[in-house]
Every structure is written in C-alpha cells, then in structure tokens.
C-alpha cells in the first residue's frame, strides 16, 4: 500500500469516467478502499487522504466536472 498507488488511483479516475462510474454507490471510505482494492490499487484511506489533500492545497476554486465532486460525495470524516 503507497501514495503512489493513491497518485495512480487518482490520475486514473481523472481520465476514466467508467471507473468513476464504478464508485457511484460507495458512501464511506471503508467501502471505497475495498473498492479500489478489487480493481487492483493497493492504498489505504489515510494515503488516500494524504495525497488528494496534497493535490488540493491552495485551491480556491472548486470544479463541478472531473473526479473531485465525485470524491467529495463519500463522508471521509
């Protein structure tokens, strides 16, 4: 399990609208590691976290488009 694994996730779901698809019903980060792990990304919901709160600093804008509203719609907390 690694950020890179994380990074990979990530740029893959900016890119592929089927796998977001995939991810439409999970509600807890729980179900959405299980998730990503069955499609072959070994990462844990604290790398996860990690690396979209790296990728987020200093944003002021928020997109309605792409991966990140798709993010936002689990309860992360």
Known sequence: MSKESACQ?????TYDPALREKFQE?????EFVKVARE???????E???DVVK???EGVI????????????KVNWI
């Open 9 to 13: 996730f990530l740029e893959a779901a």
């Open 61 to 72: 804008l928020r997109r309605q488009t792409g991966v990140w509203p798709w993010l936002r």
């Open 54 to 56: 790296e990728h987020s």
């Open 47 to 49: 790398e996860l976290k």
């Open 26 to 30: 999970v509600a807890s980060p729980e």
């Open 39 to 45: 499609l072959g990304y070994a990462l844990t919901t």
